[in-house]
Nanobody, 120 residues
Framework: QVQLTESGGGLVQAGGSLRLSCAASGRTFSIHSMGWFRQAPGKEREFVATVRRTTGTTSYADSVKGRFTISRDIAKDTVYLQINSLLSADTAVYYC?????????????WGQGPPVPVSS
C-alpha cells in the first residue's frame, strides 16, 4: 500500500503563493501517477493536476492552467503543487492522491487533505 502525507496548507492572502507537498511512503515503487484534487466548501471534489512518476508528464484542469504547477522529486517520493496568484476561489481542502501501476486509471491512495483558506 501507499501512504500519502501532505504539508504546506494554511491561511494565505489573495494574490500570494503557496506550495503544497505530498510525501509518499510504503510501496512507492508501485506508484504510476500522483495528483492533486480539491474540494471547495459546498462543492464536489475536483481534479486539479497530475504528474506521471516516471516520465514527469503533467496534466492540469483548465481552471488552474497558468497558475498551478505540479512537479515531482522521485528521490524523495514527493510531489509538489505550486500555486501562484491565489484567488478566493482557490479556497478548498487540497488532497493528494496516487494511482498504482496495476490500476493506473483509478486513484487508490489519498492524503488527509490540508485546508487552504484564501483571504481577500
Amino acid at each position: 500500500q501507499v501512504q500519502l502525507t501532505e504539508s504546506g496548507g494554511g491561511l494565505v492572502q489573495a494574490g500570494g503563493s503557496l506550495r503544497l507537498s505530498c510525501a509518499a511512503s510504503g510501496r512507492t515503487f508501485s506508484i504510476h501517477s500522483m495528483g492533486w484534487f480539491r474540494q471547495a466548501p459546498g462543492k464536489e471534489r475536483e481534479f486539479v493536476a497530475t504528474v506521471r512518476r516516471t516520465t514527469g508528464t503533467t496534466s492540469y484542469a483548465d481552471s488552474v492552467k497558468g497558475r498551478f504547477t505540479i512537479s515531482r522529486d522521485i528521490a524523495k517520493d514527493t510531489v509538489y503543487l505550486q500555486i501562484n496568484s491565489l484567488l478566493s476561489a482557490d479556497t478548498a481542502v487540497y488532497y493528494c492522491a496516487a494511482t498504482i501501476l496495476s490500476d493506473p486509471g483509478g486513484y487508490t491512495s489519498w492524503g488527509q487533505g490540508p485546508p487552504v483558506p484564501v483571504s481577500s
